[in-house]
């Protein structure tokens, strides 16, 4: 089993900055993505950003310049540096996790979530 836990989240006035963290935790023997996924009030949940284990990234056009996804590979954590943050970015935000586990049968590849946390930017 997989744990993520997310921090960070909470209420920013629009031009500051916030920065979340998710550390993933259990039986995982490597990890591949890793990444940040939004959903606004009323919308579908939509893409953020995400890094490789190689530390490649790729940005959501609505993100690109403001936010900086990185990684910690001893730590198994991701995070988002998020600045310049605008109402429009109010969101509960998941992270989401690709990785290889060990289970009862070997191993296999498996996409875990977690359970959000809320940014609100409002002045």
């Known amino acids: 089993q997989v744990q993520l836990v997310e921090s960070g989240g909470g209420i920013v006035q629009p031009g500051g900055s916030l920065r979340l963290s998710c550390a993933a935790s259990?039986?995982?023997?490597?990890?591949?993505?890793m990444g940040w996924y939004r959903q606004a009030p009323g919308k579908e949940r939509e893409l953020v950003g995400t890094?490789?284990?190689?530390?490649?990234?790729n940005y959501a056009d609505s993100v690109k310049g403001r936010f900086t996804i990185s990684r910690d590979n001893v730590k198994n954590t991701v995070y988002l540096q998020m600045y310049s943050l605008k109402p429009e970015d109010t969101a509960v935000y998941y992270c989401?996790?690709?990785?290889?586990?060990?289970?009862?049968?070997?191993?296999?590849?498996?996409?875990?979530w977690g359970k959000g946390t809320l940014v609100t930017v409002s002045s």
């Open positions: 890094i490789t284990s190689g530390g490649s990234t």
């Open positions: 259990g039986s995982i023997y490597s990890i591949h993505a």
């Open positions: 989401n996790v690709n990785c290889l586990v060990l289970g009862s049968t070997g191993y296999k590849s498996m996409e875990y």
